[in-house]
């Protein structure tokens, strides 16, 4: 935690508050046509976050502001939930893709990038919950005050998008999840169907409190845990070759695809949204920084727990797939769609078959991910458009941004397997596309003293964050690169893709300039190293 500048101490009595709410974000005067402060959409209501008790019976809003209480596992336990929510982004379907897709093309050899890319992902989940804990307000809100109308009309628009994407895929995965149970019976278009009711399954879950819903998502891991060990206690990899895998970095011209993909799924747009607000699920006083500082070290933890369990399961999947197909002739074929076949033609069925194994845990991922889907959903749109709507109804709408276009991918893509994969191909495309969109703002507002107070991050950390989001840019971008080389094809359309390259671009500029963020970070370091070169 930065330690705040003389003029910025809190008054000796420890009452801080007017002082501290001053450097949050400045409150815009209510338009007629907006609603007013008091009715502006929060992501949850009073009356459902959790209260944090001390060990003594008292409640962290009874105790000194600013000394930071010592380490407790019953508070620990009170904050585990939202980190493990957040890391079923790490599970969907797509990743579990991209990681059988890895694992039967590169072998062993990306599970380093795959341990480096989730400590990656880590550090953006956890500016994301910082910017959360210490604002007392989640990132779309956020945005919706920082950025122009225009800008943060478009910001949502882009968020929306990414959700869509990301719930095709995994309301998909769950389909072919059904039908594999099913043992064919179901066709995907009625496992999309039944992916659907998970939004009514969620408000009623919902009205039985967070942590009955956090208890869930506990299970749907375990379930994805246990079946992803199981199969990788049939395949017996190699334990060697695993190990070499995960601490000797290799890369070749053959896996680079595979490389890029391995990073790409790390970051998903629609899941930073969701980590900001997640944390709010607990009683916390932004105004009081040793509960701020407690909060965002307990998160850290459970984070950092949450990212591990998520990191062995894809782990599992990967290494499962290249002891299995690594080398061999189905290697380029294999996709989600056709996985369990191959899973059980090589390994065979046993006491419980692997396919209906790879199925179960399939059908984990895909569930929970789409619930968290359309929990994304409605902080983003609450968010960025302050609309406070019922919550069945704000989830109906949600869901059908998502559903809609699924049962006509489902109806439409059904006739083949290759075509299944194409569409995946463009889906991974347009989430590529959004990754700046939820990054840049993040990073803009996390390093801004206005926003976060003390809990602005130092300037180490800003320039690591930094690097790690223009890594990820740029190797979606050779993504992007690579899959419009391939795809483009005539004149007209050639014009489109370069003309909105074009407005793409500027918008990322407008983006990374907005609150002067190159001259407080990278232009300010090369300038002054350039100036202390000349004058020796």
Same mark, same amino acid.
């Not at 995960?246 to 799924?265: D, N, W, Y």
């Not at 191959?342 to 419980?352: P, S």
């Not at 223009?470 to 050639?494: R, S, T």
């Given at each position: 935690?930065?330690?705040?500048?003389?003029?910025?101490?809190?008054?000796?009595?420890?009452?801080?508050?007017?002082?501290?709410?001053?450097?949050?974000?400045?409150?815009?005067?209510?338009?007629?046509?907006?609603?007013?402060?008091?009715?502006?959409?929060?992501?949850?209501?009073?009356?459902?976050?959790?209260?944090?008790?001390?060990?003594?019976?008292?409640?962290?809003?009874?105790?000194?502001?600013?000394?930071?209480?010592?380490?407790?596992?019953?508070?620990?336990?009170?904050?585990?939930?939202?980190?493990?929510?957040?890391?079923?982004?790490?599970?969907?379907? @797509?990743?579990?893709?991209?990681?059988?897709?890895?694992?039967?093309?590169?072998?062993?050899?990306?599970?380093?990038?795959?341990?480096?890319?989730?400590?990656?992902?880590?550090?953006?989940?956890?500016?994301?919950?910082?910017?959360?804990?210490?604002?007392?307000?989640?990132?779309?809100?956020?945005?919706?005050?920082?950025?122009?109308?225009?800008?943060?009309?478009?910001?949502?628009?882009?968020?929306?998008?990414?959700?869509?994407?990301?719930?095709?895929?995994?309301?998909?995965?769950?389909?072919?999840?059904?039908?594999?149970?099913?043992?064919?019976?179901?066709?995907?278009?009625?496992?999309?169907?039944?992916?659907?009711?998970?939004?009514?399954?969620?408000?009623?879950?919902?009205?039985?409190?967070?942590?009955?819903?956090?208890?869930?998502? $506990?299970?749907?891991?375990?379930?994805?845990?246990?079946?992803?060990?199981?199969?990788?206690?049939?395949?017996?990899?190699?334990?060697?070759?695993?190990?070499?895998?995960?601490?000797?970095?290799?890369?070749?011209?053959?896996?680079?695809?595979?490389?890029?993909?391995?990073?790409?799924?790390?970051?998903?747009?629609?899941?930073?949204?969701?980590?900001?607000?997640?944390?709010?699920?607990?009683?916390?006083?932004?105004?009081?920084?040793?509960?701020?500082?407690? $909060?965002?070290?307990?998160?850290?933890?459970?984070?950092?727990?949450?990212?591990?369990?998520?990191?062995?399961?894809?782990?599992?999947?990967?290494?499962?797939?290249?002891?299995?197909?690594?080398?061999?002739?189905?290697?380029?074929?294999?996709?989600?769609?056709?996985?369990?076949?191959?899973?059980?033609?090589?390994?065979?069925?046993?006491?419980?078959?692997?396919?209906?194994?790879?199925?179960? @845990?399939?059908?984990?991922?895909?569930?929970?991910?789409?619930?968290?889907?359309?929990?994304?959903?409605?902080?983003?749109?609450?968010?960025?458009?302050?609309?406070?709507?019922?919550?069945?109804?704000?989830?109906?709408?949600?869901?059908?941004?998502?559903?809609?276009?699924?049962?006509?991918?489902?109806?439409?893509?059904?006739?083949?397997?290759?075509?299944?994969?194409?569409?995946?191909?463009?889906?991974?495309?347009?989430?590529?596309?959004?990754?700046?969109?939820?990054?840049?703002?993040?990073?803009?507002?996390?390093?801004?003293?206005?926003?976060?107070?003390?809990?602005?991050?130092?300037?180490?950390?800003?320039?690591?964050?930094?690097?790690?989001?223009?890594?990820?840019?740029?190797?979606?971008?050779?993504?992007?690169?690579?899959?419009?080389?391939?795809?483009?094809?005539?004149?007209?359309? @050639?014009?489109?893709?370069?003309?909105?390259?074009?407005?793409?671009? $500027?918008?990322?500029?407008?983006?990374?300039?907005? @609150?002067?963020?190159?001259?407080?970070?990278?232009?300010?370091?090369?300038?002054?190293?350039?100036?202390?070169?000349?004058?020796?």
């Amino acid at each position: 935690m930065m330690t705040p500048e003389p003029s910025q101490q809190e008054p000796p009595n420890g009452d801080g508050k007017d002082e501290e709410a001053n450097r949050l974000l400045p409150a815009k005067s209510p338009s007629p046509l907006s609603p007013s402060s008091d009715e502006e959409e929060v992501a949850y209501e009073s009356r459902e976050k959790i209260s944090i008790v001390d060990l003594e019976g008292e409640t962290l809003e009874s105790l000194d502001a600013s000394a930071t209480p010592p380490f407790s596992w019953k508070k620990l336990w009170l904050f585990t939930g939202p980190g493990f929510l957040m890391s079923i982004a790490f599970l969907d379907p @797509g990743n579990l893709e991209g990681d059988l897709q890895a694992g039967a093309i590169a072998g062993y050899s990306l599970l380093w990038l795959l341990m480096w890319a989730t400590v990656m992902g880590l550090l953006i989940q956890l500016l994301s919950a910082r910017v959360g804990v210490a604002t007392g307000r989640h990132l779309a809100e956020l945005c919706r005050e920082e950025y122009p109308t225009w800008a943060g009309r478009l910001l949502w628009f882009m968020a929306e998008l990414a959700l869509i994407g990301a719930d095709i895929q995994e309301v998909i995965g769950s389909a072919i999840a059904i039908k594999i149970l099913s043992r064919g019976f179901l066709p995907l278009w009625a496992g999309v169907v039944i992916t659907a009711s998970d939004c009514f399954i969620f408000l009623f879950l919902e009205n039985y409190g967070v942590r009955k819903l956090e208890a869930v998502f $506990a299970v749907f891991i375990a379930t994805m845990g246990l079946s992803f060990a199981w199969m990788f206690g049939d395949a017996k990899p190699s334990g060697r070759e695993l190990l070499i895998g995960v601490l000797v970095p290799k890369l070749s011209s053959k896996t680079i695809r595979q490389a890029v993909g391995v990073v790409g799924c790390v970051i998903m747009p629609h899941n930073v949204f969701l980590h900001s607000a997640l944390v709010q699920s607990r009683k916390i006083d932004p105004h009081r920084k040793g509960r701020v500082q407690e $909060a965002l070290n307990y998160y850290s933890i459970e984070s950092t727990v949450a990212l591990l369990i998520s990191f062995m399961i894809n782990l599992f999947v990967t290494t499962v797939f290249a002891k299995g197909f690594y080398g061999t002739k189905q290697a380029d074929g294999i996709g989600l769609v056709n996985a369990g076949q191959y899973l059980e033609e090589k390994y065979g069925g046993g006491v419980f078959p692997i396919l209906y194994v790879w199925g179960i @845990g399939l059908l984990a991922a895909g569930q929970s991910s789409t619930i968290t889907g359309t929990y994304a959903g409605q902080f983003i749109m609450g968010g960025f458009l302050n609309l406070r709507l019922k919550k069945w109804l704000r989830a109906l709408i949600t869901r059908s941004f998502a559903i809609v276009p699924t049962m006509i991918v489902a109806l439409v893509f059904n006739r083949s397997e290759a075509s299944l994969d194409v569409l995946n191909e463009w889906l991974n495309v347009l989430q590529s596309m959004q990754i700046p969109f939820a990054l840049i703002p993040l990073l803009t507002l996390v390093s801004k003293e206005q926003v976060m107070g003390v809990f602005k991050v130092g300037p180490l950390l800003e320039r690591v964050a930094w690097t790690v989001a223009a890594l990820v840019i740029v190797i979606n971008g050779y993504l992007l690169l690579d899959f419009f080389m391939a795809e483009v094809d005539g004149v007209l359309f @050639g014009f489109l893709v370069c003309a909105g390259t074009a407005l793409y671009v $500027a918008f990322i500029f407008y983006l990374v300039s907005h @609150g002067g963020v190159l001259s407080s970070t990278w232009f300010s370091l090369v300038t002054s190293k350039r100036f202390a070169f000349i004058g020796s």
